[in-house]
């Protein structure tokens, strides 16, 4: 290959991974969670009944607090609830989360994670 071939098939490779990083950013802000459909989708699920005013204040101790948790944190959570179907090896297992998320796509549950994490909430974090 001369030094003119070399030179175009450079500019070649530099533009297609261009184009490859363009596509997926565009895909990334395409698939964006959207914290208002997760609120949507919190209410109509009740999450609030066991969960409390907020996401923040549960009804028993045994069920945690929701506000202000990282979004990916909730998704996989979701997640490992809507696998779980009673094998412990598969994902988390309770019947009345499992029930809650079993409808939910994987978007959806994307868009309440990040609902959940633009909340106020009790969250502590260790520095």
């Known amino acids: 290959m001369n030094k003119p071939q070399q030179a175009l098939h450079t500019v070649f490779k530099a533009a297609c991974a261009s184009a490859a990083v363009i596509g997926l950013v565009a895909a990334n802000v395409a698939h964006a969670a959207d914290a208002g ?16 005013v907020n996401l923040n204040k549960p009804v028993s101790p045994e069920y945690p607090k929701l506000a202000g948790q990282h979004s990916d944190y909730v998704y996989w959570a979701l997640r ?8 412990p090896h598969l994902g988390r297992n309770n ?8 409808s939910l796509s994987q978007s959806d549950m994307k868009d309440i ?3 959940v994490e633009s ?3 009790d969250l ?3 520095k």
């Open 80 to 87: 490992q609830y809507q696998m779980g179907n009673g094998n």
């Open 124 to 126: 502590v974090q260790k």
């Open 119 to 121: 909340l106020n909430g």
């Open 95 to 102: 019947p009345i989360m499992q029930a809650q998320v079993q």
């Open 37 to 52: 459909n997760g609120k949507v989708l919190s209410d109509s699920h009740n999450c609030a009944a066991c969960h409390g």
């Open 113 to 115: 994670a990040a609902y």
